[in-house]
C-alpha cells in the first residue's frame, strides 16, 4: 500500500510544482513590468526591485497553491485513468478511497501551508511591499508622475500636463500642499524642474517652478497670492518613516484579527475584520476539499469528458472564489453575516465536492439493477449548476 501511495503522490508532485512555479513565474513578470518606472529612477534600483517583488511571494502563493494541487490532481488522476492504471489499482484492491487517502494527506499539509502563507507571511509581505513603494516615492517622487493624471503622495496632489522623457523636466505643472499647521499652499506653473542640485533642509527633493503663482490658504484667514518667475519648493516633508502596521485588516496576522474580533481594532471596522477572518479561514479549509471534486471530475466519463476536466474544474473553482469575494464584500460593508456570506458558499462547495466524490467511489445511487437512480443522480450536477449560476449571476 506503501508504494502506491508513494506513486500517486509522485504523480500530483510534478503537475503541482510546475503550476507553481509557472503561476508565479506570470504573476510576478507581469507585476515587475509595472513596478520597473518606479523604482528605476531610485538609487539600488535592482535590490529595491527585487524587494518588492519578493514581499509578493506569499501574496501570489496564497493564489496559486490551491490551483497548483487541484491542477495536479487533475492531471495526475487524469493520467492513471486514461493508462488505466485506476483499473490495475482496483484489481489490487485498492479503489478511489483508498487512493484518496495519500492525497488527503497531502491536502492537510498543504492546508496548513495555507494556513502560514495567508495567516502570516501575506499580511507582512504586504505591509512590507507597501513600505518599500512608500520609500521608493518619497526617494524619486517624479517616478510615479503620469501626465495628465492626479498623483497623491502623503499630504501632496501633482498634476501635470507633459513630461520630458527622463521625467526631470514638465510643462504645466500644479502642485497641493499641506502644511504641518494645516495651511494649505497651491502653485500653478508653466514650467518646472527636478533640481538636481542638493536637497532641501527637510531632506525632500526640490522642484524649481518658472512663471507661475502661489496661492497660501491658512486655516483662519484670507489667501495669500505670490506670482513669481522662478521659485523652488520642497517636494514632500522628510521622511519619518512608513506608517505602524495594522492601518489595513489585510495587514493583520490571524492571532491579530481573532484578537481584533474580540477588542475593536484602530480604525478597522468590526465588520471589515470578520470578513477577513472568516476569509482567510475558510480559504484554508477549501483546500481540504479539493480532492473530493478534482478525482471526480479527472476520472468520470468518457475521454472526451476527461480530457475537458481540467477546464470544467477551474470554471468551478473561478465561479467558488467569486462567490466568496462577493460574499466577503457584502460581509465587509454589513449586509449579510459572515456566516451567509462566506461560510454558505464553502457549505455549498464541500456538500457537492463530497457528493461527487462518493458518487465516483462508491456509486451509492445505483439501484439494484445496476441503474441510476435519477433523482440522486441530479443532486450532485445541482450543486455544481449552482455554483456555476452563481457566477454567471455576479
Same mark, same amino acid.
Given at each position: ?68 494541487? =487541484? ?46 502563507? /495567508?495567516? +502570516?507571511?501575506?499580511?507582512? *509581505? ?15 517622487? $517624479? ?24 521625467? !526631470? ?32 533642509? /527637510? ?12 496661492? $497660501?490658504?491658512? !486655516? ?12 523652488? /519648493? ?8 512608513? %506608517? ?68 470544467? *474544474? ?5 465561479? +467558488? ?9 457584502? $460581509? ?29 467511489? =462508491? %456509486? ?31
Amino acid at each position: 500500500m506503501l508504494t502506491a501511495d508513494l506513486y500517486i503522490l509522485r504523480r500530483i508532485f510534478g503537475p503541482l510544482l510546475a503550476t507553481v512555479l509557472i503561476a508565479l513565474l506570470i504573476l510576478l513578470l507581469e507585476r515587475m513590468l509595472r513596478l520597473l518606472d518606479l523604482a528605476f529612477n531610485s538609487s539600488n534600483a535592482l535590490t529595491i526591485l527585487f524587494k518588492m517583488l519578493g514581499n509578493l511571494v506569499p501574496h501570489y502563493m496564497g493564489m496559486a497553491l490551491p490551483v497548483a494541487f =487541484f491542477v495536479g490532481i487533475l492531471v495526475a488522476f487524469n493520467r492513471m485513468s486514461k493508462d488505466s492504471e485506476l483499473d490495475v489499482f482496483q484489481a489490487a484492491g485498492i479503489g478511489l478511497a483508498r487512493a484518496w487517502r495519500p492525497v488527503l494527506l497531502l491536502a492537510i499539509v498543504l492546508s496548513l501551508l495555507s494556513f502560514l502563507v /495567508t495567516g +502570516y507571511l501575506q499580511p507582512l *509581505g504586504r505591509y512590507a511591499y507597501r513600505s518599500l513603494v512608500s520609500f521608493v516615492t518619497q526617494s524619486s517622487i $517624479t517616478a510615479g508622475l503620469e501626465a495628465g493624471a492626479f498623483v497623491h503622495v502623503n499630504d501632496m496632489t501633482i498634476l501635470v500636463s507633459r513630461m520630458a522623457g527622463d521625467r !526631470q523636466q514638465f510643462e504645466n505643472i500644479f502642485i497641493h500642499k499641506t502644511e504641518e499647521d494645516g495651511a494649505t499652499v497651491d502653485f500653478t506653473a508653466r514650467g518646472a524642474a527636478l533640481a538636481r542640485v542638493g536637497q532641501s533642509d /527637510t531632506g525632500a527633493p526640490v522642484i524649481s517652478l518658472a512663471d507661475g503663482i502661489r496661492v $497660501t490658504t491658512p !486655516q483662519d484667514g484670507s489667501p495669500a497670492v505670490l506670482t513669481f518667475e522662478q521659485l523652488q /519648493t520642497p517636494l514632500g516633508r522628510k521622511d519619518t518613516g512608513f %506608517r505602524s502596521r495594522g492601518d489595513d485588516e489585510r495587514e493583520l496576522t490571524f492571532d491579530e484579527l481573532l484578537s481584533a474580533l474580540m477588542t475593536p481594532w484602530p480604525g478597522i471596522s468590526d465588520d471589515e475584520v470578520s470578513a477577513e477572518f472568516h476569509g482567510r479561514l475558510v480559504r484554508v479549509l477549501s483546500v481540504l476539499f479539493l480532492p473530493c471534486l478534482a478525482i471526480p471530475l479527472s476520472i468520470s466519463g468518457g475521454r472526451n469528458r476527461r480530457s475537458s476536466g481540467i477546464a470544467v *474544474g477551474l470554471i468551478i473553482l473561478i465561479a +467558488y472564489n467569486d462567490l466568496l469575494q462577493f460574499g466577503g464584500t457584502h $460581509t465587509e460593508l454589513g449586509n449579510v453575516s459572515a456566516s451567509l456570506g462566506i461560510w454558505l458558499p464553502f457549505g455549498v462547495f464541500a456538500a457537492g465536492s463530497t457528493i461527487l466524490f462518493y458518487r465516483a467511489s =462508491f %456509486r451509492i445511487w445505483e439501484d439494484p439493477l445496476g441503474r441510476i437512480n435519477p433523482g440522486l443522480d441530479r443532486l450532485g450536477g445541482f450543486v455544481i449548476a449552482l455554483l456555476a449560476r452563481a457566477r454567471r449571476s455576479s
